[in-house]
């Protein structure tokens, strides 16, 4: 016990998991690929994988890593966030509760694991009972908009993740709503750095679907380096969530790794992670500790 454990929710973008699986690969005990076992996305459509993408997997896979996990994923009776937590918490319980349980979807390319993990080890003592001690772990986003020729839009202000649990008292997808400790862990999120055609695929089949704003297409499709200090509120829910556009003018991980501590707008100072971390142990210094999952999930599989 006490091992990384690292799942993936593999679904119709599986393609871009060769970008996000070779980062944790060497840090990782195992690597979880959670695939509904008829190929069916949380909105219950349909879709295929290349056969070429499990010949990637073995090629890559040297120590003998990675597990494909299939199982009914998908509830016709639920919502698409519905069938996302009871996802999660199948596949947590697959990983082995007494590890690490870091769970990331494939448009997530961490860029410094070996960072996360560390700070990880220093809390090893809470999978001794962690259902008496849950904790999960939060780093930050940085949004990927829009892959260009010569570089990515950004979204020029970090936004809060959940990477990890000891727990996987999944309340809605990863939050256990359990005391969360903060690292400046970043993480490259590619959620709509696509082909139009892949993004309007995405959105087809996600969750919010039937959320999104009636703008968001439109500034996304407009967007360039020359024109993007211009183009505001860009989220696909609440635009203003998103208020302004960055850009990269490499999109190469290192190059940008050295780029995300000078950028004043990107990096988390160490005053703000104190500052969450007493929050977060002081509002939960004397909660009362609540049941170990909604059963509402569990009784409609």
Same mark, same amino acid.
């Given at each position: &016990?006490?091992?990384?454990? =690292?799942? +993936?929710? &593999?679904?119709?973008?599986?393609?871009? /998991?060769k970008k996000s699986i070779p980062p944790v690969y060497e840090l990782a005990d195992t690597i979880f690929l959670a695939l509904d076992h008829k190929k069916r996305t949380w909105s219950g459509n349909y879709f295929e994988v290349d056969t070429s993408f499990y010949k990637w997997i073995k090629e890559i896979d040297v120590k003998n890593k990675i597990e494909i996990y299939e199982d009914d994923f998908y509830v016709s009776s639920l919502e698409g966030m519905q069938n996302d937590t009871r996802e999660r918490f199948m596949l947590a319980n697959k990983m082995g509760i007494g590890n690490?349980?870091?769970? =990331?979807?494939?448009?997530?390319?961490?860029?410094?694991?070996?960072?996360? =993990?560390?700070?990880?080890?220093?809390?090893?003592? +809470?999978?001794?009972?962690?259902?008496?001690?849950?904790?999960? +772990? @939060?780093?930050?986003?940085?949004?990927?908009?829009?892959?260009?020729?010569?570089? &990515?839009?950004?979204?020029?202000?970090?936004?809060?993740?959940?990477?990890?649990?000891?727990?996987?008292?999944?309340?809605? @997808?990863?939050?256990?709503?359990?005391?969360?400790?903060?690292d400046d862990t970043y993480i490259l999120h590619e959620g709509l750095a696509r082909t139009e055609e892949e993004l309007l695929l995405k959105l087809?089949?996600?969750?919010?679907k039937h959320d999104i704003n009636a703008t968001f297409l439109e500034k996304w499709r407009m967007a360039n380096k020359d024109n993007y200090h211009e183009i505001k509120d860009v989220f696909y829910l609440d635009a203003s969530i998103w208020p302004e556009?960055?850009?990269?003018?490499?999109?190469?991980?290192?190059?940008?790794?050295? &780029?995300?501590?000078?950028?004043?707008?990107? @990096?988390?100072?160490?005053?703000?992670? /104190?500052?969450?971390?007493?929050?977060?142990?002081?509002?939960?210094?004397?909660?009362?500790?609540?049941?170990?999952?909604?059963?509402? +999930?569990?009784?409609?599989?």
């Open positions: &016990m006490k091992k990384i454990q =690292v799942g +993936f929710l &593999m679904s119709y973008d599986y393609e871009l /998991l690490w349980l870091i769970q =990331v979807d494939s448009d997530e390319i961490f860029i410094d694991f070996k960072k996360f =993990v560390k700070k990880l080890r220093k809390y090893d003592s +809470f999978l001794d009972n962690p259902k008496s001690n849950p904790i999960q +772990f @939060a780093g930050f986003h940085i949004n990927v908009y829009k892959y260009l020729d010569e570089g &990515m839009l950004y979204i020029n202000k970090p936004t809060k993740l959940l990477l990890a649990t000891n727990y996987p008292n999944y309340k809605y @997808a990863k939050n256990t709503k359990s005391r969360i400790i903060y087809d089949n996600w969750s919010h556009l960055g850009y990269f003018p490499t999109s190469n991980l290192d190059a940008i790794k050295e &780029m995300l501590y000078d950028d004043s707008s990107l @990096a988390i100072s160490k005053t703000k992670i /104190l500052s969450k971390n007493f929050g977060q142990w002081f509002k939960h210094l004397f909660k009362k500790k609540k049941s170990y999952f909604e059963p509402y +999930f569990i009784k409609h599989s």
